[in-house]
């Protein structure tokens, strides 16, 4: 089983960063690809990167909804099994539940808890 565990979220101020990490255990080598989605009071779910990591480097081929298009960047980090998500120039708009989810080669697959981002005006 995969096990994924979210952190980073908090209150920022609009045109502030944060980093948000997500980091799997257990059965790490079913996971071919990361994805960070987030959910608004009375919205659905929406996908907003996601990043392949079936290589054995860092690199892992990138995805972003336009809507974070050039302010967030998806990574992963192979060393501490963690996927980072950077975001810069946050928007109220942005404020959310972010979710990290890993889809695995055989199976549904796995949420973490989420984190709160706030974004301030």
């Known amino acids: 089983q995969v096990q994924l565990v979210e952190s980073g979220g908090g209150l920022v101020q609009a045109g502030g960063s944060l980093r948000l990490s997500c980091a799997a255990s257990?059965?790490?080598?079913?996971?071919?690809?990361m994805g960070w989605y987030r959910q608004a009071p009375g919205k659905q779910r929406e996908l907003i990167a996601t990043?392949?990591?079936?290589?054995?480097?860092?690199?892992?081929?990138?995805n972003y909804a336009d809507s974070v298009k050039g302010r967030f960047t998806i990574s992963r980090d192979m060393a501490k099994n963690t996927v980072n998500l950077q975001m810069n120039s946050l928007k109220p708009e942005d404020t959310a539940a972010y979710y990290c989810?890993?889809?695995?080669?055989?199976?549904?697959?796995?949420w973490g808890q989420g984190t709160q981002v706030t974004v301030s005006s």
């Open positions: 989810k890993a889809t695995l080669d055989y199976g549904p697959g796995v």
């Open positions: 257990g059965s790490i080598f079913s996971i071919n690809a």
């Open positions: 990043i392949t990591t079936t290589g054995r480097t860092n690199y892992g081929r990138t």
